[in-house]
C-alpha cells in the first residue's frame, strides 16, 4: 500500500514553491521563503526565512561584500524561524544545496527539521542543466504525491523548449555573454549557456553545467560579445536597469560590438534566469526573442533594452 501524499509542505526554496504549485501541490503548502513571491497565492503563506544581512538596497559590491563577510565567518546569509516551522508540523520539507547564496544552509535545514520529531523527509533539488530542471519537476511531483500533475508540467516546458530548438538560429549566430552579478562581475552557468544555445546563439563567457563564475572585465573585453544580456541574481528588470552602468560604464564598452551595434538587454533573472524552476522556460523564450530582435524592436515581457 502506498504512502499518503504529505498534506503539510514546506518550501525552503523560491524555485521549488513554483514547482510545487505548478504540478498542483500548491493547496497543501503551508510555509514559503521571504523571497517566495511567484505565484501570487504564495505571497500570502506564513514566511519561515529573513535575509541575516543588511543588503536590502545595497549595491552589488556592498552585496557580494557582506555575503562573503559571512561566509567567511561561518555566519548564516538566512535566518530560519524554526520556532514556526515547528508550529506548521510540516510533513516534507524541500530545499536545495546547490547554491549557498541562494536559500538557507542545507546543514541548517536538516538539524531544524530533526528537531521537529519524528522522521519529516527533506528534500533537496540539485538541478544544473535545462533536462536536470525538467527531472526535478519529476522528482518533486513524486514526493508531494502528484505524479500527474508533474508529467503534464514537463510535457509542456519540453514541448516549449522544442519549439526553439526547432527554430532555424540567427545568422551568424551572435555571440552571447551573460551577466549574473556587476560586481564583481560574474558569467552566469548551470543552465543559461545552454538557454543561449539552444536560443540559437554561442555563449562566450559560461560554461554549460558549471556553477556561475567570477570573470574580469578583460575577459569580457576579449570575448567581443555581440549581445549582452544582463541578468543580475536575485534582481528584476527594474532593479537591474538601475545597476546597468556598473558594466556600461567601464571602460572600452563603447567599443564592443553589442554596444557598437546596441545589442545591450537588461532581464528580469530573478523570474526567468536564475530560479530552475517552470519559469525557466519563459527566460529561453526571452533568450531566443532577444537574439533575433533589432535594436529597438519590442521585447517579450522581462526584457528591456539598455541604450
Known amino acids: ?37 511567484h505565484p501570487p497565492a504564495a505571497r500570502h503563506l506564513p514566511r519561515l526565512t529573513a535575509n541575516a544581512l543588511p543588503t536590502e538596497g545595497e549595491p552589488p559590491a556592498a552585496v557580494d561584500r557582506h555575503i562573503r563577510r559571512a561566509r567567511h565567518e561561518g555566519s548564516s546569509i538566512y535566518l530560519l524561524d524554526e520556532a514556526r516551522l515547528a508550529g506548521l508540523e510540516p510533513d516534507l520539507i524541500v530545499t536545495q544545496e546547490l547554491c549557498p547564496v541562494c536559500a538557507v544552509a542545507y546543514p541548517e535545514v536538516q538539524r531544524a527539521a530533526r528537531r521537529l520529531g519524528g522522521d519529516v523527509p527533506v528534500l533537496s533539488l540539485e538541478p544544473e542543466s535545462l533536462e536536470d530542471i525538467l527531472t526535478t519537476v519529476e522528482v518533486v511531483g513524486r514526493a508531494a504525491g502528484s505524479e500527474a500533475g508533474a508529467a503534464a508540467t514537463v510535457a509542456q516546458m519540453a514541448e516549449r523548449r522544442d519549439i526553439i530548438a526547432s527554430a532555424a538560429p540567427p545568422e551568424p549566430r551572435p555571440r552571447v555573454a551573460c551577466i549574473e552579478w556587476t560586481e564583481p562581475l560574474m558569467a552566469a552557468g548551470h543552465w543559461v549557456p545552454e538557454m543561449v544555445a539552444l536560443a540559437g546563439g554561442i555563449d562566450v563567457l ?12 578583460d575577459a569580457v573585453v576579449a ?43 537588461a532581464v528580469d533573472g530573478s523570474s526567468y534566469f536564475n530560479r530552475p524552476g517552470p519559469r525557466i522556460i519563459s527566460g529561453l523564450e526571452i533568450m531566443a526573442a532577444a537574439l533575433r530582435a533589432r535594436p529597438g524592436e519590442p521585447l517579450p515581457k522581462g526584457a528591456a533594452w539598455i541604450r
Open 206 to 217: 559560461g560554461s554549460a553545467g558549471r556553477p556561475s563564475a567570477e570573470i574580469s572585465w
Open 223 to 265: 570575448a567581443a560579445p555581440d549581445v549582452m544580456v544582463l541578468m543580475p541574481c536575485g534582481y528584476g528588470l527594474e532593479r537591474t536597469l538601475q545597476v546597468s552602468p556598473e558594466v556600461t560604464g567601464r571602460p572600452g564598452f563603447a567599443d564592443l560590438p553589442c554596444a557598437r551595434m546596441g545589442r545591450v538587454i
Open 1 to 37: 500500500m502506498s504512502a499518503a501524499p504529505p498534506q503539510r509542505i514546506v518550501s525552503l526554496l523560491p524555485s521549488a514553491t513554483e514547482l510545487l504549485f505548478a504540478v498542483g501541490a500548491g493547496p497543501r503548502v503551508v510555509g514559503v521563503t521571504h523571497e517566495c513571491d
